[in-house]
């Protein structure tokens, strides 16, 4: 299965996070899924940690941070294609989040199961795991 992690799932797997779920730990650790991070998550990042007061802190720059992480977990990145940003025409509006919103149109497009715990995101028809 093809699993495209929202970007706290990214953070709360790195972390260690508890509020990373159960159901979404295993898919994570389950050898036959593959691991995706959207570049979105990654635009997400460069915003969180670039503000002002930042939202996010990291200890080393942002590209050796996503480098190092998504070797170290095998995770893929997924870019964002023209098609990407099309669907969201064809997406109700459950959820005003941009980021969010271009992350359910990848994850319906490219046939993945997308891992997150927004509650937001469930009334779209991709499939969730948490």
């Known amino acids: 299965m093809k699993l495209l992690l929202d970007t706290h799932a990214f953070l709360w797997l790195i972390d260690g996070n508890p509020k990373l779920g159960s ?24 915003i969180k ?3 002002a007061n930042p939202q996010l802190q990291l200890v080393e720059p942002l590209g050796e941070f996503v480098e190092r992480w998504t070797q170290t977990y095998g995770i893929s990145i997924l870019p964002i294609e023209q098609w990407h940003a099309l669907y969201i025409i064809n997406l109700p509006d459950h959820h005003r989040d941009p980021f969010d919103r271009l992350l359910v ?3 319906e497009v490219e046939s993945m199961t997308l891992l ?5 995101l469930m009334g779209y028809s991709v499939p969730i795991i948490w």
């Open 105 to 107: 149109a990848q994850a």
């Open 49 to 51: 940690t670039s503000l």
């Open 23 to 46: 159901r979404a730990s295993a898919a994570i650790n389950d050898m036959q899924n593959v691991l995706y991070l959207s570049v979105v998550s990654i635009w997400e990042l460069a």
């Open 116 to 120: 997150t715990g927004d509650s937001k």
